[in-house]
Each structure stands twice: as C-alpha cells, then as structure tokens.
C-alpha cells in the first residue's frame, strides 16, 4: 500500500509538471531561460525535482551578503512563476526535493568596486538534497543568487532543474544605467526600484547624474543654500539620509552608486544660491536671429560655472567634498561636457580675458588644473565625459589629464569616439547615444519648432524634433558591440557600457517602460555577450528569452515595455521572418 502511494504521488506530480510544462516547440537548452544568459550552462538532461517548502539557503554572515540571501529565499519561496512558454521538463524519479542551497565565499572582505570579481559555480545536483554556490566574492555570491531564483518556478508547487552546472562571470566589469534626476525629479522609492530591477540583469553601477542647470535637488551640509534655493521644492530633494539608504540598497543588490556633479556647464542652478560664480544664468538660451554657434546653452537652461572667480573653487570643493564624504564610490563624475563658448562670453571678466589673447580652452584647463587634483587627493579616479578631450572648439591639453586618474565617458560618433579614447590610452565607459540613448525618438520638449511642420508633400516627417532620433529599439541596443574596431589590447581600455536616460521627457510616470526592457538587452551583451559560440549574433534566440523575461520582471512589479503581442509569445517562431532585408 504504501509502495502505490508513492507510485501515485510520483505519477501525479508528473502529470500536473506534464499540463504545466509540455512545450514540443522547445528544446532543452533554450529552456535555460536565464537572463542574462550565463558564460557557460550545462543541462544535458531536462529533469527537475520539486523545491522543498522549507527550502533554506546558508550563507557566511556579511552585512551585505546576508541581507541579499534573506531576501532572495523569500522571493523563490513566494514568487510562483509560471513560465509563458514552459520547458519540457520531466520530473526526476530519483532525485530528492531540494532542501538547502549552501554558499561558500573565498574572500568576504573585497569591497564592491570596479574590477571586484563577480565569478561564481552554481551546481544542482541529479542525487542530492543540496545546492552549491561558490563565489570569490559575496558580489560574485549576489550573482549566483539571482541566477538559482531565476532557474525556480511553479505555481502551486516549485520546481527546479536537476544536473545542472554552470560557471558565470561578465565579459565586462562596468554595466550601468545613467539616470538624470535633475531635469525632472524622481523620488526615493523610484531610485530603489530601479536598482533593484539592475541587480536582478546583473548590472551593477547606477550612474546618478544629480544635478545640472534645471535644478539641484542634493542637500550637502557645507552647502545647504544649493538645494534650498536651487530644488524644485522641498519635496524634491535628496538629504544625506535618502542618500545612505540609496547607496545601503545598493550595496545589498550588489549595485554601485556613482555620482555625478556635471561642470563647469550644466550649472544654471547654482546661480539660485550663487550669481556671483554663474555665467549667463536665467538668460535665453538661443538668442532670436543668431547663429547656432553663437548660442547661450544647447538647450534651455543656462549657466556655467566662471572660472577666472576664485569663489567658484571655494564652493565647487565643499561640493565635491561633501558628495565625496556621502558616496563610498572610488569613482567621481564630474562631468565636463557640453561647454558653449557664448555663455562664458556673455561674463565681462571673461571678455576681457579673451580679449587678451586668450582662449575658452584655456578657461578650461584652468577650471581641470583647480579641480581635478582636488577630487584626486579625496582619492577618487575622475570620470569625464568625452568632450573635455574631444571637443571641436574647448577641450583641455591631455598633459591635464594622467589616464591613470582619468576615465572618458563616450556619448557621440559611435565606435569613432570609443576607438579615439583608448587609442590615446584612456579608459573608456560606452554611452553612446547612437544605440545607448534611452531618452531619444520621443520628439522634444522644444515649443515653437518648426520641425514639426514638414510640407505634406516633401514625404520625410524628420526626427519630430528628436535630435538623437529614432527610437533606440531594444534589437539595436542588443547589436551594438561597444568594443567594435578596437584592437585586443584597446578592448581592455574599455571599461564597460551605460544606456542613459535623459530626463527632458521622462518622470516617475514613465521611468519602468522607458529603462525596461531595452536596459535587459544591453545587459546581456555586456555580461556573456551578443553572439552564440559559432560568432553568430543571437538576437533571434535571444527574442523568446527576453519575452519571457520581461513577463517575469512585470510579476516582481517593475512595469517593462511589451516587445511583442502575446499571441507571439505563447506561439515561439510564428513571429519571425525567414527573410534577411537590407
């Protein structure tokens, strides 16, 4: 009796995983629907056991660590997912419910910062009762977590593969997200969302571009008058304590938070508390009648830090000083971009400086020569962005800038910029706008633009106002491979990527579907890359997984766009074409 009961349970249990998970479109290797897709992931037999309801996961105490596997045990207990399209899985007959998940660290103590290794060996064994996790470190350790919970799934009851091995590490060690909370502010909860949807892609540096011309919401303690009179009000600011929680989150999800302070441009705001050390704050940004060249700003919201006032040191290096103290972070963005050469000629000082044969680039290097060794001495490496080498009209000499203490931030001409950075022997971070840009094909937040209004007849619509038009998809994102035309050892200059998401046209409202699932893409080709092991770009393959991973982000609350319509989905290959276009 007892024999045909175990008998009937096991038939049971096979029947309700046989209703649940049949997919004959399916084999077993495109059931390893992890995302990002693992380095390397064998499962040569498709078994699963069932996860025991009091599954345990032991792990060496650490602040961060611990925290992660707390909340990762709760998650694969209580998340049920249930696969759009399920594998075709059967159920072990001789392997046990999995009961414990055990996690070895070899190094507790490196810190989470670039390079860290984010290695782990995630083994399920056909014949036994436990998993094991093996990491370098507690970051590699997250790594793994997220890997385990995505590999559970059931609704009544939870199922995990059996005989599965796996060993995983990035391709690139920088996989970030650029977030701009000046031009429209997102509150806390926004922020904690976010990172937490980044650790579950395996990204791990949440760019915080804080401040520029629009508004400063950071309270700084040397510096309380910037965001008292520069916010957009009291309720749009971020005080030390929303940024100790933001930067502990971080810290738990295996996330770096790298902040960023944009100058000598971008500074409008500081001109609230301090006029004495803007240029052409409040004024308009393209005067009616004159040149493109002869503009205030690129676009509304002027002001421009003034580098011959020696108040402007004083303030910038509280500043610096207090994001320093607040940010744990090795790195500091100080960002140097967009300098336009008629604001700091609208300030009398600086026309009677030009006036003497000087010249902008010169007021730039002035301004780097006073705050780069600053920020150096806090022992930070400084990140730029690209213009302030490779800008046409105001760039700084290189001899300003050690690449040992410097990084550039790529943003325009594609491969062209990244191939012109480490050819000169910097790092470089990859953002750029042709394929990274989340932000673009969304029109502008211009009123009065005539782009607009094409002729009916001329056939061509233009980019609606969108000057990095068109929309970046999430097939052009997945494609672009940011270390293209780079020889092997200027690959090893680049650092890793960014998608950035500009906030012109973007708030709390639309944050989840203009980040997710576009970042998704750009996260795989950085963490085990955009091509299968014959060289072949696997955007086709990768389509069916990103679905069903958009599905699952949707379940964890994060609002993801929809690539396709469901009927597509639950019918894999009906929606694709066998037909190459030029």
């Not at 997912?81 to 001789?94: A, D, E």
């Not at 970046?472 to 890793?496: C, F, H, M, R, S």
């Not at 958009?550 to 597509?568: D, F, S, T, Y």
Request: charge should be negative.
């Amino acid at each position: 009796m007892t024999t045909n009961l175990v008998i009937s349970s096991r038939c049971s249990l096979f029947l309700i995983l046989f209703f649940l998970l049949v997919s004959a479109s399916l084999t077993a290797t495109s059931a390893q629907w992890v995302w990002p897709k693992p380095r390397t992931l064998s499962w040569p037999i498709p078994l699963a056991t069932i996860l025991s309801p009091n599954f345990t996961i032991s792990s060496p105490y650490h602040q961060h660590l611990s925290p992660a596997v707390k909340r990762y045990r709760l998650q694969i207990l209580t998340e049920h997912h249930r696969p759009l399209v399920p594998p075709p899985v059967n159920l072990s007959n001789s392997s046990p419910p999995l009961q414990a998940l055990t996690i070895t660290v070899k190094d507790l103590a490196a810190p989470l910062q670039h390079s860290v290794d984010e290695s782990y060996a995630l083994a399920i064994p056909t014949a036994s009762s436990t998993a094991n996790l093996t990491a370098e470190t507690v970051w590699g350790a997250m790594r793994g977590l997220e890997t385990f919970s995505q590999l559970v799934w059931g609704s009544k009851s939870l199922f995990v593969p059996v005989g599965l091995d796996a060993w995983d590490s990035p391709l690139f060690e920088h996989r970030g997200i650029m977030l701009d909370t000046s031009r429209n502010y997102y509150p806390v909860d926004d922020i904690l969302r976010t990172i937490k949807a980044m650790s579950a892609n395996k990204l791990n540096v949440f760019h915080w571009h804080i401040t520029d011309s629009h508004s400063f919401p950071l309270m700084l303690p040397s510096e309380p008058a910037l965001a008292d009179k520069g916010s957009y009000g009291n309720d749009m600011l971020y005080s030390p304590a929303d940024v100790a929680t933001i930067v502990r989150f971080g810290l738990e999800h295996g996330v770096r938070v790298l902040p960023e302070i944009d100058s000598p441009a971008h500074t409008g705001s500081w001109a609230e508390a301090y006029p004495d050390i803007v240029t052409c704050a409040n004024m308009f940004w393209w005067p009616a009648e004159s040149e493109w060249a002869d503009r205030l700003a690129s676009e509304p919201g002027t002001g421009q830090l003034n580098p011959l006032n020696p108040n402007t040191y004083q303030v910038l290096k509280n500043v610096i000083g207090d994001a320093v103290a607040l940010f744990p972070e090795w790195f500091f963005h100080a960002g140097g971009d967009e300098i336009i050469p008629g604001c700091w000629k609208a300030d009398p000082d600086i026309q009677s400086f030009l006036s003497k044969n000087g010249t902008h680039s010169q007021l730039l290097e002035k301004f780097v020569n006073s705050t780069f060794p600053y920020i150096v001495s806090l022992n930070r490496t400084v990140v730029y962005w690209e213009d302030i080498l490779l800008d046409a009209n105001v760039k700084v000499d290189p001899s300003f800038l050690p690449p040992e203490h410097t990084i550039l931030q790529t943003w325009n001409n594609g491969p062209d910029n990244t191939k012109l950075i480490v050819s000169s022997g910097y790092r470089a971070i990859v953002s750029s706008s042709e394929f990274y840009y989340l932000d673009c094909g969304h029109g502008g937040f211009l009123g009065n633009d005539s782009q607009y209004d094409p002729p009916p007849t001329s056939g061509d619509s233009g980019n609606g106002g969108s000057w990095c038009g068109p929309f970046k998809t999430w097939q052009t994102i997945y494609n672009y491979d940011i270390a293209y035309g780079l020889t092997p050892e200027e690959t090893k200059l680049v650092l890793g990527g960014e998608v950035a998401l500009w906030s012109e046209q973007a708030d709390p409202t639309v944050l989840d579907v203009r980040i997710w699932p576009r970042a998704s893409a750009m996260a795989e080709t950085l963490w085990s890359g955009n091509r299968d092991e014959s060289g072949k770009k696997r955007y086709a393959e990768a389509m069916d997984r990103l679905n069903e991973w958009r599905h699952r982000m949707v379940n964890k609350g994060i609002r993801a766009e929809p690539l396709q319509p469901l009927w597509c989905i639950k019918n894999p290959g009906m929606c694709n074409t066998v037909h190459p276009f030029a």
